[in-house]
């Protein structure tokens, strides 16, 4: 795969971020949450759910910031370096 490409750049992103949300969704509400106190739909599990789509929400930024910064060419060096 030839990671300079648009497409495979997505993709990786993609995959990057599957690979934190499938297993978190998997474990809180697979396992953690069904035996716990806050079985059910409450105060707790709506938390969680936010919690995640505030690490999607910034993971997407992050991602975003980096590739603006990175095609506009803005990665200049400090003044301070030699």
């Given amino acids: 795969m030839d990671i300079g490409k648009p497409g495979a750049q997505l993709l ?3 995959a990057i971020l599957l690979s934190h949300l499938i297993p978190t969704l998997v474990i809180g509400y697979g396992f953690v ?3 716990s106190c806050i079985e059910g739909v409450n ?5 969680f759910l936010a919690s995640i789509v505030g690490f999607v929400v910034t993971y997407c930024f992050g991602a975003w910031t980096a590739w603006k910064f990175g095609k506009a060419g803005t990665h200049r060096p400090s003044p301070h370096s030699r």
């Fill in 43 to 47: 105060e707790q599990t709506v938390g």
């Fill in 33 to 35: 949450i069904p035996g």
């Fill in 12 to 14: 990786v992103l993609v």
